[in-house]
């Protein structure tokens, strides 16, 4: 009997050896850290032409706020910003706030394996430390946003939680300098969830980059920094489901979830 067990066990370790060896082959995980990018996302301070609306400062004063210093949301402006030029790209601050606590509170950053930025419309970039712990109230993270906006980091004193930038996207791409730069999109090359997470965790240092907008593709200018174009489905879906995606399927492939 004593016999037997000696050989079951190591014929199993064998098999573990085997794979092993093929596990490494089929799945070589070069992967350091995930660069994520919502880029051309939808988040700006009220711009001055609208600050005399009547529904940006009913909007202020309820928040205590000046009307230039508080951010656009279109839930509260609708009617000031109906005359804006791309009025319907504008003005999302949620997509930036669902997308982040999701990416953030993902077993991928809370591993340390994941680097999150905001690239905004108008070419602000929002770094952040992969330690913040965002307020759970959407007026919270406004405020914190409004705070980041006015003094350019978050707290205004000691080590930053979040520091913003004057920077393209294009800039941000520049000094990331990535083995890969993952470009999601409906328009993309249909592309299994699974199948994107072995495609990232193979490169070294890979970026992926999803709107953080509402409406319409990202600009002709941007989509040219993509070396891969990748759809997920065959219809649009909302930002932050793509990002949760994106941070369960690298995941997966590291095994970690
Ligand atoms: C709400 S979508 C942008 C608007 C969308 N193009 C539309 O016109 O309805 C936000 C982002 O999620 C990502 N996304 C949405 N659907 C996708 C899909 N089927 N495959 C891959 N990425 C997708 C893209 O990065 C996109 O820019």
């Not at 009025?87 to 999150?116: A, M």
């Not at 249909?190 to 593709?217: C, H, R, W, Y």
């Amino acid at each position: 009997m004593a016999i037997i067990c000696t050989h079951v066990k190591e014929e199993s370790q064998d098999i573990n050896v085997l794979r092993y060896s093929f596990h490494k082959v089929s799945e070589i995980r070069n992967m350091k850290t995930l660069n994520l990018i919502l880029a051309e996302s939808a988040l700006e301070i009220v711009p001055r032409e609208i600050v005399d609306h009547p529904s940006v400062k009913r909007w202020a004063e309820r928040r205590g706020k000046d009307p230039d210093k508080v951010l656009l949301d279109i839930s509260y402006h609708y009617a000031a910003m109906r005359g804006l030029l791309n009025w319907d790209r504008r003005g999302r601050p949620d997509i930036v706030y669902i997308s982040l606590l999701n990416v953030l509170g993902s077993p991928l950053n809370k591993e340390g394996l994941l680097q999150v930025y905001v690239h905004t419309l108008n070419d602000f970039v929002i770094t952040l430390d992969p330690e913040i712990k965002l307020p759970r109230n959407y007026l919270r993270f406004l405020g914190l946003v409004e705070q980041l906006f006015d003094i350019g980091k978050v707290p205004p004193k000691g080590k930053w939680l979040m520091k913003l930038e004057k920077k393209t996207l294009k800039n941000l791409l520049e000094e990331l300098n990535p083995s890969k730069t993952i470009f999601l999109t409906e328009k993309g090359r249909k592309t299994k969830a699974d199948k994107l997470g072995s495609m990232i965790t193979k490169e070294d240092n890979p970026l992926v980059v999803i709107g953080g907008f509402q409406k319409g593709e990202f600009k002709e200018e941007n989509m040219k920094l993509a070396d891969e174009k990748i759809s997920l489905y065959k219809r649009a879906l909302d930002a932050w489901v793509v990002a949760g995606i994106v941070v369960h399927e690298v995941g997966r492939a590291l095994e970690i979830v």
